[in-house]
């Protein structure tokens, strides 16, 4: 089985370091490549496409403070000109105008993850996060999530009305993650996941709830608000 190549670039050296030496500790990973946020995070277009050519990377990790607009264009420049290259994103900060930025980019981006440093406590979970974005998933912290979806067609849906953490639930459900991997990601007892997954249903499930199955009914729902599935599929289901 071939090893996900990973390519990081992040500015502070104490997280630069750590996530080289948990991944490298990982015997499914191999790390190809450390940058100290020379390329990706200042949009430079030739030393960007200069570093993944050089390291053939399965997926980025890009750690930053702020997703500013520079960012932005270093992501494009990885989306368009290496498209099969996933793309986790770990941003220690996100205020209005980084969610603005990141908006675009991620309704358009194939797969990738997009988290708060601190929603990541474990190393489990980076590895995690890193292998599910190379086999094409996409991960939205909860709050990245719901300023995705504010000011949007979407924003008066009744995804709106759910919690950051029954939206954390609903991502890793969507994901196909039963309640007990669910609650083994998030530290959570099962019955509490139960209760977040019960008051999902409650809050987004249709009239027509005898017909359609409620796990599969709203994880439609979130990959249609998170821009994963288009509105002919999602209508046709």
Known sequence: MNRIKVLIEEEQEILREAYRNILSEEPSIEVVGVSD????????????EKMIAETDPDV???????????IITGLEVIRVDFPKVGIVLLSAHYDAEGIGRLK????????????????????????????????GQIILDPQVFAGLIQDSDLSDSRMSELTARELEVLGWLAMGYKN?????????????????????????INGDAETKHPRVEVALSYLKASGQLNQEVYRAN
């Open 37 to 48: 946020g020379e390329c990706i995070s200042k949009g430079d277009k030739e030393g960007i």
């Open 60 to 70: 980025v990790l890009l750690g930053t403070k702020l997703v500013q607009s520079a």
């Open 104 to 135: 675009g980019f991620a309704r358009n981006n194939a797969r990738g993850a997009y988290l708060l440093k601190y929603s990541i406590s474990t190393a489990k979970e980076i590895v995690r996060v890193v292998t599910d974005v190379a086999e």
């Open 180 to 204: 007990a991997a669910i609650a083994q990601t998030l530290c959570l007892e099962p019955k509490t996941v139960e209760r977040h997954i019960s008051n999902i249903f409650s809050k987004l």
